[in-house]
Nanobody, 120 residues
Framework: QLRESGGGLVHPGGSLRLSCVVS????????MGWFRQAPGKEREFVAD????????AYLYSVKGRFTISRDNARKTVYLQMNNLKPEDAAKYYC???????????????WGQGTQVTVSS
């Protein structure tokens, strides 16, 4: 079970840090990720991270602005978002999939999402 927090309203150029706590199910070998979905658009990959914090991948448009990290002891994954732009506004979802899998699917574990609004 995954639970996100940290969303909110921020001005363009502002920052937010999203958190996702894993209460059960996913263990340290799981790949953790963040996706987002804006109204009328498909859900899109934002970032994911393997057990080792060196193995992170990002959506091209967020590279250099967003940083994904994880604290295995706290069973928490974070998404630090800096220099937010209006096009980053969406509902952000945390996901977890076994490290043995090669891609994200609907069958993976997902949280309920947290809303990020970027507006002046």
């Amino acid at each position: 079970q995954l639970r996100e927090s940290g969303g909110g309203l921020v001005h363009p150029g502002g920052s937010l840090r999203l958190s996702c706590v894993v209460s059960r199910g996913a263990d340290d070998d799981y790949i953790m990720g963040w996706f987002r979905q804006a109204p009328g658009k498909e859900r899109e990959f934002v970032a994911d991270i393997g057990r080792s914090s060196n193995s992170a991948a990002y959506l091209y448009s967020v590279k250099g602005r967003f940083t994904i990290s994880r604290d295995n002891a706290r069973k928490t994954v974070y998404l630090q978002m800096n220099n937010l732009k209006p096009e980053d506004a969406a509902k952000y979802y945390c996901g977890a999939r076994p490290g043995s899998t090669t891609e994200w699917t609907e069958a993976d574990s997902w949280g309920q999402g947290t809303q990020v609004t970027v507006s002046s």
